[in-house]
């Protein structure tokens, strides 16, 4: 076995936290071995994504895994299922899709921000554009039952409402992420909330939309 | 999530509630998680030895036990369906509540943040949220006994279209069947969250000096087992969100046309039952190695520290256990061979599933070679440990026969798989578990477990299991059906009853060895001789803390980890191990 033998190099000085990750600031991998990878050893490190945002990209790869998990089903009975009956896109898709990208739009000018009124002005309005999205879905779900299209209808429409409900599920708990964080920033005057969380919910707001993007393409497009 | 800049630091807690039940406390968390797997496994083996008492002495009645399963035991002897229900429940709690609980949740929750030199996990309110959710999932489980109709008859894997046609389809296919996919779901729900703060913590808490490579092959495992979590659990709660609208919500996903069952024409149509062969099996068998993982590690970490030796190829071990992991997801259809698989894909699941045998025999030649010239210390844990590599050898060897498409034909669903998978997914799972305990007992509860009663319950439970695992082999080569509660109708089943008498003498054996662990444990608890920080002379970062360690694990020490995990017999040092904290040696080339 080797014996590390140079004494390790201590930092001087970084934060334990690493709430704010520096990127290419200083502390570069210059770790006690050679072996220190990446994330290197825990002296220096200069891409180490903070908790919270490492945490939302793995929560967002198990959710993608569920969605492939859908997906493989949706497949397979759109090629082997004898009473498969594609249903057209209902118009009023279209007006959610534009309200969901119109929330992604308002999110992100909230990120951009400076000023503190601003942002909770943007927040509010991403808010309120993700509960109108919602309820346009539910909106959607109305008008199509009134058609007599129903869950147990046909592969295509039950795969329809099961899509559009858990990606409804998913939203509703970005809206109340996002509520929260409004409301957290209308309370406390004059400060805005902590960025990190406003960064870690905007990932997972706009990876939502890209979904909703994806389930729509598949549903009504792919052939 | 409300923490604020320190995710991990808390204060410690002061009222009883915060400290020992709805508690953030990872060591805590760990415990609650051990204890439930605890409740779980003796409920299981309860289930099995009630099992093997139908399956030895079919004719045989027992009214003691109607009067404790009135429904199940009429006149004394139990009926098919209650069979099926233990069956049922037998594998469900085995599976997720011991196999999946214990060693990730119960083990890597206790020692991964220690090991690593961090003051928790990552996210601690979330920690406790994945019990928490987990203890529900469970609640949900047991409550499936007491609903009308009883327990699902489906099997473990709840296969459809019996799983998705409700009580016309038998007891237990009702309610029962309802709350059994809630709890799943749940347990999909409780298990992403912890596999989310497993890696999250290994990836960002190491504290100074622990690179990845620095490692204890434990906390290898448990993040590669995490992966596998984080990955595989989301489909299994897809699949059982289709499975309970097809129950609930009328729709087709899993029933196909034209099924006529108990007398009564399906309206449904169209669905696909092989679909959820697919979906379960691409989480059941990453699920496999989510059971096993854990336990290779628990081998890799007891084996060098009582042989006193270095592991031998830390590096090697490494990339077996990722390989191990991400072969682990190509490799599904091989639990699909019978059910109508193409030829061809049949061929490249059954290449893959050959190609795992690589790294498996990677990792045991590794722990022969680690035991190699070692100065063995047989402590009850290092043969625990010995017997996992046994038990993974014997149990992982016939593995090869079920991964060719021809020999697995003629083996499907005879007892050659049961008695595969128990060996190796079952058995060797629970001896790296009981490894586990023993070793790391004293680190959890301050206390010693008494040594002999545990060698005792070593090797009755070794030889008990061996007695009643390889007869199984044998009778499956011979055409014994699983899932049966009696096989008294077929003629060529008959001389093999001598075989299910020894088997489930052999269980009852086993099963009263536990109560020799139960009692060491409780014992241990209360009454076993104190443990210092380092009773094994081990080198991980658990061992340079209190027993058991404070609140926040090294009382506000910052580690500074400067040595590898498994540095024994170091020439020029002072000791035969160095700690992974000991000041670099200034010695040797």
Redesign the interface.
């Known amino acids: 076995?080797p014996?590390?033998?140079?004494?390790?190099e201590?930092e001087p000085d970084t934060e334990?936290?690493?709430?704010v990750p520096e990127p290419g600031g200083p502390g570069g991998g210059s770790?006690?071995?050679g072996?220190?990878?990446r994330?290197?050893?825990?002296?220096g490190r200069r891409l180490?994504?903070?908790?919270?945002q490492?945490?939302m990209w793995?929560?967002l790869?198990?959710?993608s895994?569920?969605?492939?998990?859908?997906s493989?089903?949706y497949i397979?009975?759109q090629g082997?299922?004898?009473?498969?009956r594609a249903m057209a896109a209902p118009p009023l898709v279209w007006i959610n899709t534009g309200i969901l990208l119109a929330s992604s739009l308002s999110l992100e000018l909230a990120r951009r921000a400076v000023a503190s009124t601003e942002l909770k002005r943007w927040m509010t309005l991403t808010c309120l554009l993700g509960a109108a999205f919602l309820v346009g879905q539910l909106w959607l779900w109305e008008t199509l039952t009134r058609q007599g299209i129903?869950?147990?209808g046909?592969?295509h429409s039950?795969f329809f409402y099961?899509l559009t409900g858990?990606h409804g599920v998913h939203l509703l708990g970005g809206v109340a992420g996002l509520a929260t964080l409004t409301a957290r920033a209308w309370c406390s005057a004059g400060r805005v909330p902590?960025r990190a969380s406003l960064n870690v919910t905007a990932l997972y707001w706009h990876f939502m939309d890209g979904l909703w993007i994806y389930l729509l393409v598949m549903l009504f497009f792919w052939r | 999530?409300s923490d604020?800049?320190?995710?991990a630091v808390h204060p410690a807690p002061t009222t009883f509630i915060r400290k020992w039940v709805f508690s953030t406390d990872h060591k805590i968390i760990g415990i609650q998680y051990y204890f439930l797997a605890l409740i779980a496994v003796f409920t299981g083996l309860a289930l099995s030895v009630l099992m093997r008492l139908r399956l030895a002495w079919p004719a045989e009645s027992w009214p003691w036990l109607e009067t404790i399963f009135p429904v199940g035991f009429e006149g004394g002897v139990m009926s098919p369906e209650f069979y099926l229900a233990m069956l049922t429940m037998h594998g469900t709690i085995m599976v997720f509540f011991v196999l999946t609980t214990a060693p990730q949740g119960g083990f890597g929750n206790y020692f991964l943040p220690i090991q690593i030199?961090a003051h928790d996990m990552?996210?601690p309110v979330?920690n406790m949220l994945s019990f928490w959710v987990t203890f529900l999932s469970m609640g949900v489980m047991f409550a499936a006994f007491f609903v009308a109709g009883g327990a699902p008859i489906s099997g473990w894997t709840a296969y459809a279209p019996l799983s998705a046609l409700g009580e016309v389809a038998g007891p237990g296919l009702g309610s029962g069947q309802d709350l059994w996919i809630i709890s799943i779901a749940l347990f999909c729900i409780a298990s992403?969250l912890g596999?989310?703060?497993f890696?999250?913590t290994v990836?960002?808490?190491?504290?100074?000096?622990?690179?990845?490579?620095?490692m204890p092959l434990t906390v290898w495992t448990w993040f590669t087992t995490a992966i596998l979590a984080?990955?595989?659990?989301?489909?299994l709660?897809?699949?059982g969100?289709?499975l309970l609208?097809d129950r609930l919500?009328?729709?087709?996903?899993f029933i196909p046309?034209g099924l006529v069952v108990s007398d009564t024409v399906i309206e449904n149509?169209?669905?696909?039952p092989i679909?959820w062969q697919?979906?379960f099996w691409?989480f059941g068998h990453p699920e496999v190695y989510i059971a096993i993982l854990p336990g290779m590690g628990v081998a890799s970490q007891l084996l060098s520290t009582f042989a006193r030796k270095?592991i031998f190829g830390y590096h090697a071990m490494v990339i077996a256990v990722f390989a191990i992991g991400m072969l682990g997801f190509f490799v599904w259809g091989h639990h699909m061979f019978v059910s109508g698989l193409s030829p061809f894909s049949a061929l490249v699941f059954s290449i893959l599933t050959l190609a795992i045998g690589v790294p498996s025999a990677i990792k045991t030649f590794n722990w022969l070679g680690t035991l190699w010239g070692g100065k063995i210390r047989f402590t009850t844990a290092m043969l625990f440990a010995i017997g996992f590599v046994s038990l993974f050898v014997s149990g992982g060897i016939t593995g090869l026969f079920l991964g060719q498409t021809s020999v697995d034909v003629q083996l499907h669903d005879t007892y050659f798989p049961v008695a595969h998978f128990h060996m190796i997914m079952g058995v060797a799972a629970i001896f790296g578990i009981f490894g586990a305990t023993y070793y790391w007992f004293p680190k959890m509860f301050g206390r010693m477990l008494h040594e002999g009663l545990g060698k005792l319950h070593f090797w009755l439970t070794f030889a008990g299991v061996n007695a009643i695992f390889i007869p199984m082999h044998l009778m499956g080569i011979m055409g014994q059906l699983r899932r049966y509660a009696e096989s008294t109708e077929f003629k060529f089943m008959e001389p093999l009853q001598p075989y299910q008498e020894f088997v489930t003498i052999a269980a009852f054996v086993t099963a009263a060895a536990q109560l020799l662990f139960l009692v060491n444990f409780c014992w241990g608890m209360f009454k076993g001789r104190k443990a210092g920080e380092n009773p094994w002379e081990a080198t991980t970062l658990e061992w340079i803390t209190a027993s058991p360690p404070p609140h926040d694990n090294f009382g506000g020490r910052?580690l500074?980890?400067?040595?590898?995990a498994?540095?024994y017999g170091?020439p020029?040092a002072p000791r035969d191990y160095v700690m992974q904290t000991d000041p670099?040696?200034?010695?040797?080339k």
């Open positions: 076995m014996v590390a033998i140079a004494p390790p201590v334990r936290q690493g709430h770790g006690s071995d072996e220190s990878g994330w290197g050893d825990g002296g180490r994504p903070d908790n919270y490492l945490g793995l929560a790869a198990s959710i895994m569920m969605f492939i998990g859908f493989s089903a397979l009975g082997t299922n004898s009473q498969w129903y869950l147990s046909n592969p039950s099961l858990v902590a | 999530m604020s800049a320190h995710p030199g990552a996210f979330l992403l596999a989310l703060n890696i999250t990836l960002n808490m190491r504290t100074k000096g622990m690179s990845l490579m620095k984080l990955l595989s659990f989301p489909v709660l897809a699949a969100i289709l609208l919500g009328g729709t087709s996903f046309a149509s169209g669905g696909s679909l697919h979906l691409f270095p910052e500074v980890v400067n040595h590898g498994y540095e170091v020029g670099p040696l200034e010695t040797t």
